[in-house]
């Protein structure tokens, strides 16, 4: 019975041993605890509990979880290597030699990367800690350059209407030349007593009768003295080529001139449709030149009758100019335009046609009607006539009325 009891006692210990990660124990047989990533040993574990402690970043770090390791020194950066990864609690610093070197293992140096001479190419690429492998350029390949970046290139294939004057090596590629004509004929200057010349025949692929440069092909007439030139096919092109070029100029010029007289003549048709007592502004059918919105003074007497018969008394358009009301006007519409909650001055900015980036940087005046309106009187286009209809646009009759209190005493006759 003793003996069991005994048993029984050691068996939770021993099951526990066997599911110890670390496989290491304290004293009073507890599994002892293992590090984690990041973090390092400052005392092992014995009488008491392991005890960790966070590494260090850039300074110190722990790549493993162990019950024994402490944090280990991060690896430094030094002569021809550069940082690729830094240095952080759970990972080393990972260093690279410079562009043109690899790292020598066994010194851990870096070295020059090996240079592969002419007539040899790139077979393996110089990086990390693997230097250049080099290969002997095969037939159908070469190499003219020593380097440590290019394998060996394909020769140059000639084409159908091009001569070789130069076969293709190791250590220099195939030239060719362009065959002018594959096949001509040259007549003999005519001899005395002699009728008709025999022509002479040559063959472009017999070298001997081949130009040596890429001269053109002389042709003699009969019964001339003076050599015909005839160029080859690509010198035929480039006639072809300008005429292209200038017939798709001069139809982009007429497209453009056509355009213009088309929106004149409708310009001028527009005009002479308006009634007589409808004048334009002084810009010419654009109120507001700077912001690029163009509105046409017929659309806008169209826009205005029915907001008169709404409003009431229409205010009298007599083509002053805003700038031209006294200033306590002007200050009493601005005050209108502040007043409101539903921000109308932005709205009569809207249809003055300004812009939303320009409507915002008034928002940052300390009165932003004010802004609106001194930057807009600033305009030739700024006339009473322009506000008034902006302001029965955006519903605002009763600024309308208020102008119109004034402008009959104050504008110029």
Not at 40 to 46: D, L, R
Not at 53 to 69: H, K, N, Q, R
Not at 226 to 248: E, F, H, K, M, W
Not at 319 to 345: D, I, N, R
């Amino acid at each position: 019975l003793t003996s069991r009891l005994c048993l029984l006692r050691q068996g939770p210990a021993w099951g526990s041993k066997e599911k110890c990660f670390t496989k290491m124990y304290t004293t009073s047989g507890e599994c002892c605890k293992a590090c984690n990533l990041g973090e390092g040993v400052v005392q092992p574990c014995g009488l008491n509990q392991t005890v960790c402690e966070p590494c260090l970043d850039s300074v110190t770090y722990s790549d493993t979880v162990s019950a024994t390791e402490p944090c280990k020194p991060c690896t430094q950066c030094v002569g021809l290597q550069s940082m690729s990864a830094p240095c952080v609690e759970s990972d080393d610093a990972v260093c690279r030699c410079a562009y043109g070197y690899y790292q020598d293992e066994p010194s851990g140096s870096c070295r020059e990367c090996r240079v592969c001479e002419v007539g040899f190419g790139l077979m393996f690429p110089c990086k990390d800690s693997q230097d250049t492998v080099c290969e002997e350029c095969p037939e159908g390949t070469f190499s003219s350059e020593a380097n440590f970046v290019d394998p060996c290139l394909p020769c140059t294939t000639c084409e159908e209407n091009e001569v070789m004057v130069k076969e293709c090596t190791a250590v220099s590629d195939a030239e060719c030349r362009a065959d002018l004509h594959p096949r001509w004929t040259t007549h003999a200057p005519s001899l005395a007593g002699s009728d008709s010349p025999e022509p002479i025949t040559r063959d472009p692929f017999n070298t001997e009768v081949v130009p040596s440069t890429l001269a053109d092909t002389v042709t003699t007439i009969m019964g001339s003295s003076q050599p015909v030139v005839s160029r080859g096919t690509a010198d035929n092109l480039i006639p072809v080529y300008c005429s292209i070029l200038a017939a798709v100029v001069v139809g982009l010029v007429a497209y453009i001139a056509f355009k213009r007289w088309n929106n004149c003549k409708q310009n001028k048709q527009g005009a002479n449709n308006r009634p007589v007592n409808q004048t334009p502004s002084p810009e010419g059918e654009k109120l507001h030149s700077d912001s690029g919105i163009s509105v046409d003074s017929q659309s806008l007497h169209d826009q205005q009758l029915p907001s008169q018969s709404t409003q009431g008394p229409a205010p009298k358009a007599d083509g002053s100019l805003y700038a031209s009301l006294p200033p306590s006007k002007q200050e009493e519409v601005e005050k209108l335009l502040g007043s409101s909650a539903e921000e109308t001055w932005r709205q009569l900015a809207g249809e003055l046609g300004y812009r939303e980036d320009l409507i915002d940087s008034f928002t940052r005046e300390e009165c932003p009607a004010r802004a609106l309106l001194a930057h807009w009187s600033s305009k030739d286009t700024a006339t009473l006539d322009a506000l008034l209809a902006a302001l029965r646009k955006i519903q605002r009759g009763d600024i309308a009325e208020s102008l119109d209190s004034d402008s009959t005493a104050t504008s110029p006759v």
